[in-house]
């Protein structure tokens, strides 16, 4: 299938949808002047792989895409809402605003069409070839775990799995866990696993726990205040420690049934467990890796975007425009593109002011 159009978001997770809601607004057709390419079977970006137990930590509406809040959920019976709640809500909003995105199509490249700094780009997706004006990658990071090198990793004879692969605690139910990482996920894979496991939590450095009452809602606010205050040319340092832990009635839980208790991180696996440097060793069946995720920029490898720094510069009016490439806009990565936009109620302005430059260059 060949694409001709005027611009291709790569990705319809929330920072994909977010960028197509506004340039729909702005006037541009989907599925005509622009096209989504996703590479999941089915809606929700990333949401619909993630554990079954995670729950957001604000209620649904403060975790809500421009243009249409996320419908509402019971939070004083039932927490905060779940992933399924959040799918439900990104399936919806691409009906909503029928953004015709086409799945499933895996980007692989993005080049180039020739030496004309004008031209059009082009994005090859398998049996999908795209030419366009401008390309908006979104893809998120879901699709790069990372995982960090410590010495005995081959011999451990136990399972290792990575946050991104962890489903539910049933699967561990009986052994001996150990859970590596000091964020949000950490705690939250922590809480539910040690009702059926042994747990052991190791983080690098002491994890920083938020006050019981600060949730999403005071990160969001907080979040608006630093993204305002940056668009007028101040500094905000924003929550300090962003990745700091939101007390969810399950961490609270785990916090009160005493398991919260961090240990330093390991200096080595062993065949059975894990060790430290004093001589100390710990038995393990299992690891889980909380350790975070990297941009999945692998499309983009034949454009030579880095820089000296090892990092994409983005810039222009939206801050999301590649330096090095200005046919291209990157959306949704956190906060190197821009402050929260890897989170479903901050993503809205980087897509918002991408799709203002795209509009202003068209």
Do not use: K
Request: hydrophobic fraction near 40%.
């Amino acid at each position: 299938m060949r694409l001709d159009t005027r611009v291709i978001i790569i990705g319809g997770g929330q920072a994909g949808l977010a960028t197509a809601f506004y340039l729909r607004r702005a006037g541009l057709t989907p599925g005509e002047d622009f096209a989504v390419l996703d590479a999941g079977a089915e809606p929700g970006g990333s949401w619909p792989h993630m554990w079954e137990g995670l729950r957001l930590f604000s209620p649904a509406t403060y975790s809500s895409l421009p243009g249409w809040m996320m419908p509402a959920w019971d939070e004083s019976r039932l927490g905060f809402p779940p992933r399924t709640h959040v799918v439900d809500y990104l399936t919806r909003y691409e009906a909503r605003y029928d953004l015709h995105v086409l799945r499933p199509h895996r980007v692989t490249s993005v080049a180039r069409a020739d030496d004309d700094p004008e031209g059009p780009m082009t994005v090859a997706a398998g049996e999908v070839t795209a030419a366009a004006r401008f390309v908006v990658s979104a893809t998120g990071t879901w699709d790069r775990p990372f995982w960090p090198a410590y010495p005995g990793m081959r011999e451990f004879r136990g399972r290792q799995l990575h946050a991104a692969q962890y489903q539910a605690p049933g699967e561990l139910a009986g052994r001996r866990v150990v859970v590596v990482g000091g964020g949000n996920s950490a705690a939250q894979i922590l809480a539910e696993v040690s009702r059926v496991a042994e747990t052991t939590w190791v983080t690098v450095r002491p994890p920083g726990f938020l006050p019981d009452d600060v949730d999403g809602r005071v990160l969001f606010a907080t979040a608006r205040a630093r993204i305002r205050a940056l668009s007028e040319g101040h500094e905000h340092s924003g929550v300090a420690g962003l990745g700091d832990i939101v007390m969810v009635p399950s961490v609270v839980d785990a916090r009160e049934r005493g398991v919260l208790e961090p240990h330093p991180m390991f200096t080595r696996l062993t065949p059975t467990g894990v060790a430290w440097a004093d001589g100390t060793e710990r038995a393990a069946d299992a690891v889980i890796w909380c350790t975070g995720f990297r941009p999945a920029l692998r499309h983009l490898t034949g454009l030579r975007l880095h820089g000296e720094a090892g990092r994409v510069e983005v810039g222009g009016p939206s801050g999301t425009r590649v330096r090095r490439e200005p046919r291209l806009y990157l959306v949704g990565y956190g906060d190197w593109v821009g402050p929260a936009s890897a989170t479903l109620a901050g993503v809205g302005p980087s897509a918002r002011d991408t799709a203002n430059d795209i509009m202003a260059r068209l």
